[in-house]
């Protein structure tokens, strides 16, 4: 019963859509409605301007980050490998990104992935995180755009977790992989449209 208590916490928790609510809370605009129309960090950044783009992306991250101590946090007193798997860091984490990207208080229509998966990361491997940051950031200062660059860093974390030998991660990461590309599908036919927008807040 914790176990089941404690991923559905972890769900709820992810699903709060920081960039809708300080958007409403703070500038009177439903995030929604401009720009990309998604509530995640970057849309935050386009809409809501420097200040609440940094805010929402510490928030999304944090997040993702906090629901993988809920394993030490909850009692759970169940054996078996079936409550050691449900009970990992990074299997509570995916709830939380589940929720971040299908948020019931919004219709399940959320953001797509990227700070609330940096924030699992960080939780469970730091290091590794660091390496996929200047990945990302590398890529976004070559190329402009935040859709490849959250996508080549979430394929790098996957190859990454092969090579530590991390098959729990590899398996996270590859889930978030797919769910995170499926997220940018559009964004991807626009790169090669020529059609994506590139950020101008580098």
Known sequence: MMIVL?????????AIPNGYVIGKVFFKKDIREFGSGNTG??????????????????LDIFKGFITVFFPLWFPVHAQGPISTFFTHGLIVGIFAIIGHVYPLYLKFK??????TSAG???????ILLLILAVIFFGILYLTKYVSLSSIIAAISCVIGSLIIHDYILFGMSAFVSIILIFRHRSNIVRIFKGEEPKIKWM
């Open 6 to 14: 404690m991923l559905i916490l972890s769900y709820l928790i992810g």
């Open 41 to 58: 960090a970057t849309n935050s950044f386009r809409v809501l301007g420097k200040p609440a783009g940094f805010i929402v992306t510490f």
């Open 110 to 115: 959320g953001g797509k992935a990227v700070a």
């Open 120 to 126: 699992v990361v960080l939780g469970v491997n730091p």
